[in-house]
């Protein structure tokens, strides 16, 4: 299983059949600032699930000023 970064502007054309856990554009996690999305699946080998934990936790990905 690999995860992949993808911007925005693929959304609509990326090819979710080969992702596993998102299955099209409504259900993707996005960036805070909504300008890329997250992808995975068995065939997706960009980030490993150590490295998009890493990415993930970043303020590009998680509003640290949520609820406040």
Request: charged letters at 25%; proline letters at 0%.
């Amino acid at each position: 299983m690999g995860y992949g970064i993808k911007n925005i502007e693929e959304i609509d054309t990326f090819d979710y059949s080969i992702c596993s856990g998102f299955s099209n554009e409504n259900t993707v996690r996005r960036s805070v600032n909504g300008q890329k999305f997250l992808v995975e699946g068995e065939t997706i080998t960009e980030y490993t699930h150590a490295e998009i934990l890493l990415i993930m936790d970043t303020e590009e990905w998680t509003d640290t000023n949520f609820g406040i």
